[in-house]
């Protein structure tokens, strides 16, 4: 019975001691593998791997290695301290590997092929015996593609060793170029009393020539300055994975439930939206997931902005033009506009701060016409006294301005936005004249013109130069 006791107590103590020893270990290990990624901040062109450290030292393959921005391979964690870091390149040689090349005595019109002994593979100095040439072994250096392997040559691979000190959990952090990502936008308008809808969704593109498996992410929008030195093209893309809201085909499964961007924080003056829900993406794939809706208001109207060029007679067509406003952040991505149920343009959006307003036109609107005609009212010349030394001899013009508005629309009214914009010394709009302001050295107005309405304005201004 004591014998028993003793047994069960042991037991006891040996589970208790291994709880105690995993309790103190100071990082968690991993597996190596590098397609398996535990936690990936994403950028507009590279992004950052964060995983647990694994066994010392980390090993690359020639593919994986290619990917990666070799300065910026590091550790990270709350308390670590690196004081020795080491970056080796290995590769198994092929000297003495048996080989087969074309044989030094093969003509035009026969090929063969002999079995040889690679040498040197840097210069690919091979030995073989060709009996056409000589009984003995000779040697010849031969082009890379004309040596033939019994199996296939091995890669480099890449050694990453640190000494570190620290208490705490361990992470190793570097930059990868064939994972990035951005935004785009599908912006519907409808009539005026119908609430204009903009859709968001983050693409994110897999640029590497393996699947990733992402535990969880981070999409980062705003300015960010990062490089990746061996940067991938994003725009070559052989198949996209969507994630949306259409129904499967009649007899097809349905597509698994995806996860979604959650809505942007604000973090040192840049925008970070969590996928916190585990996704793969294959190799040379695009991955599109929802974002979010945000509430806009969408201006439309027909822009007139020109510059001052002195007097005769100008003619052109409105800008189709829009000014948007949501009331969250959205960051910089490719726009395409629909008013109707049609496709109508498209645009790039800039990162826009919640509640600022963005101006973007995307062509003519050729039923808004304009003709302007500029005269001269009056004009002097005169000297201006800088200082008691210096004088600068000016021109002041008076400028009459005549402007026709024609809008050709048959059935419906429209808004317009007329800008002048002068360049010279000194601008001002000559008073009284209510429809027109004046916006530092630019003239403006707005008005609605109704269906096949056609207006005449005029204004003066001087202008010295």
């Given at each position: 019975?004591?014998?028993?006791?003793?047994?069960?107590?042991?037991?006891?103590?040996?589970?208790?001691?291994?709880g105690?020893?995993?309790?103190?270990?100071?990082?968690?290990?991993?597996?190596?593998?590098?397609?398996?990624?535990?936690?990936?901040?994403?950028?507009?062109?590279?992004?950052?791997?964060i995983?647990?450290?694994?066994?010392?030292?980390?090993?690359?393959?020639?593919?994986?290695?290619?990917?990666?921005?070799?300065?910026?391979?590091?550790?990270v964690?709350?308390?670590?301290n690196?004081?020795?870091?080491?970056i080796?390149?290995?590769?198994?040689?092929?000297?003495?590997?048996?080989v087969?090349?074309?044989?030094?005595?093969?003509?035009?019109?026969?090929t063969?092929?002999?079995?040889?002994?690679?040498?040197?593979?840097?210069?690919?100095?091979?030995?073989?015996?060709?009996?056409?040439i000589?009984?003995?072994?000779?040697?010849?250096?031969?082009?890379?593609?004309?040596?033939?392997?019994?199996?296939?040559?091995?890669?480099?691979?890449?050694?990453?060793?640190?000494t570190?000190?620290?208490?705490?959990?361990?992470?190793?952090?570097?930059?990868?170029?064939?994972?990035?990502?951005?935004?785009?936008y599908?912006?519907?308008?409808?009539?005026?009393?119908?609430?204009?809808?903009?859709i968001?969704?983050?693409d994110?593109?897999?640029?590497?020539?393996s699947?990733?498996?992402?535990?969880?992410?981070?999409?980062?929008?705003?300015?960010?300055?990062?490089?990746?030195?061996?940067?991938?093209?994003?725009?070559?893309?052989?198949?996209?994975q969507?994630d949306?809201?259409?129904?499967?085909?009649?007899?097809?499964?349905?597509?698994?439930?995806?996860p979604?961007?959650?809505?942007?924080?604000?973090?040192?003056?840049?925008?970070?939206?969590?996928?916190?829900?585990?996704?793969?993406?294959?190799?040379?794939?695009?991955?599109?997931?929802?974002?979010?809706?945000?509430?806009?208001?969408?201006?439309?109207?027909?822009?007139?902005?020109?510059?001052?060029?002195?007097?005769?007679?100008?003619?052109?067509?409105?800008?189709?033009?829009?000014?948007?406003?949501?009331?969250?952040?959205?960051?910089?991505?490719?726009?395409?506009?629909?008013?109707?149920?049609?496709?109508?343009?498209?645009?790039?959006l800039?990162?826009?701060?919640?509640?600022?307003?963005?101006e973007?036109?995307?062509?003519?609107?050729?039923?808004?016409?304009?003709?302007?005609?500029?005269?001269?009212v009056?004009?002097?010349?005169?000297?201006?006294?800088?200082?008691?030394?210096?004088?600068?001899?000016?021109?002041?013009?008076?400028?009459?301005?005549?402007?026709?508005l024609?809008?050709?629309?048959?059935?419906?009214?429209?808004?317009?936005?007329y800008?002048?914009?002068?360049?010279?010394?000194?601008?001002?709009?000559?008073?009284?004249?209510?429809?027109?302001?004046?916006?530092g050295?630019?003239?403006?107005?707005?008005?609605?013109?109704?269906?096949?309405?056609?207006?005449?304005?005029?204004?003066?201004?001087?202008?010295?130069?």
């Amino acid at each position: 019975m004591k014998s028993f006791l003793r047994l069960y107590l042991l037991t006891i103590l040996i589970v208790i001691g291994n709880g105690f020893l995993q309790s103190k270990k100071k990082h968690t290990n991993i597996t190596g593998d590098f397609s398996i990624l535990a936690d990936v901040k994403i950028y507009s062109n590279l992004a950052e791997i964060i995983q647990p450290l694994g066994k010392l030292p980390l090993e690359f393959s020639a593919d994986e290695w290619s990917e990666i921005r070799t300065d910026s391979v590091t550790l990270v964690g709350s308390n670590v301290n690196v004081t020795q870091q080491s970056i080796t390149e290995k590769k198994k040689s092929l000297n003495n590997a048996q080989v087969y090349v074309r044989a030094p005595s093969s003509s035009n019109s026969e090929t063969k092929i002999v079995k040889a002994t690679l040498i040197d593979e840097r210069r690919n100095l091979v030995k073989l015996i060709d009996k056409d040439i000589s009984k003995d072994p000779i040697f010849l250096t031969v082009p890379s593609d004309y040596i033939v392997y019994d199996n296939e040559p091995p890669q480099s691979k890449y050694y990453v060793n640190f000494t570190y000190e620290t208490t705490d959990a361990v992470y190793v952090s570097y930059l990868r170029s064939n994972l990035n990502w951005k935004t785009r936008y599908q912006l519907n308008l409808f009539d005026e009393l119908k609430n204009p809808i903009l859709i968001a969704m983050a693409d994110i593109r897999n640029d590497g020539q393996s699947k990733v498996d992402i535990e969880q992410a981070e999409l980062l929008g705003g300015d960010i300055n990062l490089k990746m030195y061996q940067q991938s093209s994003f725009w070559e893309q052989s198949s996209i994975q969507y994630d949306m809201a259409y129904a499967s085909p009649s007899g097809a499964p349905p597509m698994a439930k995806q996860p979604s961007v959650r809505q942007g924080e604000e973090v040192a003056g840049l925008y970070v939206f969590a996928i916190n829900q585990p996704f793969s993406i294959d190799a040379k794939t695009n991955y599109l997931s929802p974002m979010f809706r945000p509430q806009i208001t969408v201006e439309r109207y027909g822009s007139i902005s020109k510059h001052f060029h002195g007097s005769g007679s100008s003619t052109g067509k409105a800008q189709r033009t829009y000014r948007l406003s949501s009331d969250r952040f959205l960051s910089r991505g490719n726009c395409i506009v629909r008013e109707s149920d049609r496709l109508v343009g498209e645009t790039t959006l800039p990162d826009l701060a919640a509640k600022d307003k963005h101006e973007f036109s995307i062509g003519q609107d050729a039923d808004i016409v304009y003709k302007e005609n500029v005269t001269i009212v009056s004009s002097r010349t005169y000297n201006e006294t800088i200082d008691r030394r210096t004088h600068k001899e000016r021109t002041e013009t008076v400028y009459n301005i005549n402007l026709l508005l024609k809008n050709f629309k048959k059935n419906r009214p429209v808004k317009v936005h007329y800008q002048q914009q002068i360049h010279g010394h000194s601008v001002k709009l000559i008073k009284p004249n209510p429809i027109f302001t004046q916006d530092g050295s630019a003239i403006k107005t707005e008005l609605t013109l109704t269906a096949d309405e056609e207006k005449l304005l005029s204004y003066k201004f001087e202008l010295i130069n």
